[in-house]
């Protein structure tokens, strides 16, 4: 008697991943499409908006990295190079609620993690100024006929390590917190030793390296 054995086909899970858009393409190719762009917006308003841990995208790679004492160079595995300077020697705190907060994904400057804009006073108060935060920039616009009270500082954060950057990710609108880190002037990126091919610097806004994160009551 001759037995014939037949090995069973690996199955990868992105065949079954796909299994049932395959399917869907050619029962409803109309559908198929409205549900292929719907994914893509949904996947890329979930990458640049919300406050969440990607595994492996986008991270600061603190593993990987070389970084000068005093935090004022970063080299990683790729030989690319940033150089850091500060507005001062000393630390800055910034006190109050927050009304936005976003991952910054900018593959040029990684070290970039959160943009977190902090409110005092009228600028916390929904009900007396409107605010908004879009491509690293914020505006704001007063609700009542007078000049609002208080602090707005839109912070592009650049964490110490990896336990800050976890601290960071917690963070939620409406949570009252206290963010203390030394202010970045420039960063300039070198991808050789000739010269530096892109530079970051904020404008009205708070670069900062962050040491501390306080949520001091969270919404």
């Excluded at 927050?98 to 040029?108: A, G, Y």
């Excluded at 990684?110 to 007396?128: C, K, Q």
């Amino acid at each position: 008697m001759q037995i014939t054995e037949k090995k069973a086909e690996k199955i990868r899970m992105r065949d079954v991943f796909f299994m049932p858009l395959g399917c869907l393409l050619q029962s409803s190719p109309v559908l198929a499409l409205v549900l292929i762009i719907t994914l893509i917006f949904a996947s890329d308003y979930i990458y640049y908006n919300l406050n969440i841990d990607l595994p492996g995208y986008s991270a600061p790679s603190f593993d990987n990295w070389s970084i000068s004492q005093g935090f004022n160079e970063i080299q990683d595995e790729k030989g690319y190079t940033w150089q850091i300077t500060y507005e001062q020697n000393t630390n800055s705190n910034f006190i109050g609620t927050v009304r936005h907060v976003s991952p910054i994904r900018e593959n040029k400057f990684p070290m970039l993690s959160h943009d977190i804009l902090v409110t005092s006073v009228d600028f916390a108060d929904s009900s007396l100024v409107n605010t908004n935060v879009s491509n690293h920039h914020f505006v704001w616009v007063s609700l009542k006929d007078q000049t609002p009270t208080g602090n707005i500082n839109l912070l592009h954060t650049v964490p110490l390590n990896d336990d800050i950057r976890n601290q960071l990710l917690v963070i939620r609108n409406g949570d009252q917190v206290r963010i203390r880190g030394r202010e970045i002037y420039e960063v300039f990126f070198f991808k050789d030793e000739q010269k530096w091919n892109s530079m970051w610097k904020d404008a009205g806004c708070n670069t900062l390296l962050v040491t501390s994160v306080e949520i001091i009551s969270p919404h």
